[in-house]
Each structure stands twice: as C-alpha cells, then as structure tokens.
C-alpha cells in the first residue's frame, strides 16, 4: 500500500506518477506483472496508471508488460465536470481532458489491461456512474453493489465487515482468471 504526493505539496500528474513508480518498484522486486487496486482518489490513480501510460513511462513503469489487471473501488472517472476547490486547482482541465479516465476512453484510448470497476449503488460521494460510463466504454465488467456506500467498497475487504457482501470473493474471483504470464496485458 504505497502512499502518495497530496494537495496542496501536488497537483497533477504527481500523484499518478507517484503511483506508477510504486507499480514499477513491485514488478522489480517481485520479478512478475502485477495487479492493481485503489479505493476513491487510489481508484482514480490506478486507472490513470494505465490510460496515462507516457506518465507511467516516464516513472519507469511499461503498462502493457507489467500490469496483469486493475481493480477501480468507487474510482472517479470523469463522470462529473470538477467545480470545487481544491479539485479544479489539483485538476486543472477539471476533469474535461487528458486528467480523466473517460475522458482518455472516449478518444479511443481502451489498449489497457483488463479492469474491475466496483461500486457501492449508495455511493454519493463519487456516485456509480464513473464506473458504469468507463465501463461501458472499455468493455470491462462493473459491479455495482446495492445498500453499500463510497466507504463499503473498501471497508468491505476487511474480515471485519465482509459477512454479508459478495465483493471481497468477486474481487478475488476475477483476479483468479487472470492471465498473469502474458508478455503484453493491454488489450488493443
């Protein structure tokens, strides 16, 4: 679980740099491709990772060779036009370009590895659409759960709180069929 660069020390790209650097020091330390996860902001990070490959280049990190999969929690994708500090000063195309994930799907960016979009259908924070519009888009499957919030989607991987959810063995059960010894993940 690498951390990453925050407002107001970051703006964009720094944190999906950030990440792909982490990417690339996994796949150097564990000598294999990898897999992807991020909740909310975390989402929006691993998703950009592979829709924003010349920023993952430049960290080091060859997309298509090393990442197997991502799993986007309650990611933002670009559904939502950015209209609050201190996401316009973070996003400054608030959302409308390059800085989004649909964005990037819409003008034909979809050559990615394989994607898990997850939802909480109660989620108001980032809301489901992110998921449903750049799912629609890749052809990735999107799980929406019903009753549960932004938080659920994460909380629920806890052996704490995932009595009565299907995420955690979804989740795990989409990673299993997984092509992990490809030479190249992306799919266009």
Known sequence: ????????????????????????????????????????????????????????????????????????????????????????????????????????????????PPILFAHGGDDTTVGPKNSQQLAALTGDPVEIYEGRNHIDTVRLFSRFFDGDSTLKTDVIAWIDKLTLEADNHCRG
């Open 1 to 112: 679980m690498p951390n990453y660069r925050l407002y107001p020390e970051a703006r964009y790209p720094d944190m999906v740099e950030d990440t792909a650097r982490a990417a690339a020091w996994a796949v150097e330390q564990f000598g294999r491709p990898v897999i992807l996860i991020g909740h909310s902001a975390g989402g929006y990070n691993v998703l950009q990772t592979v829709f924003a490959p010349e920023l993952s280049a430049e960290a080091g990190l060859d997309v298509c060779e090393s990442i197997a999969g991502v799993v986007a929690l309650a990611a933002p994708t670009g559904a939502y036009e950015l209209k609050e500090e201190p996401y316009i000063t973070i996003f400054a195309d608030r959302f409308q370009g390059d800085m989004a994930p649909l964005y990037r799907a819409r003008k034909g960016k979809t050559d990615v």
